[in-house]
């Protein structure tokens, strides 16, 4: 299999490296949001959700290029 040349793959890793950041950075702000509201509806009674994908979805990205990277190894 012949890999594609540097012109066409560096722009597709900024970009893919980007998108990650993107959604770590959405992920940390999801769970800093449930935790707020982990404090405000605890003195109601209420319950929260939210807070268990928010750190699921920051897992699955920050493990995404090690699964990547596993899946693309050259032989």
């Keep these: ?35 707020a509201l982990l404090i405000v509806r605890s003195h109601r009674g209420e319950s929260v959700e939210g807070l268990l994908g928010a750190l699921l979805g920051g897992v699955i990205v920050g493990s995404a290029g090690l699964i990547a990277g596993a899946l693309y190894a050259p032989a």
């Design 1 to 35: 299999m012949k890999s594609l040349p540097g012109n066409v793959t560096e722009p597709i890793y900024q970009l893919l490296g980007w998108l990650g950041w993107l959604v770590l950075l959405l992920c940390a702000s999801r769970i800093i949001w449930a935790g």
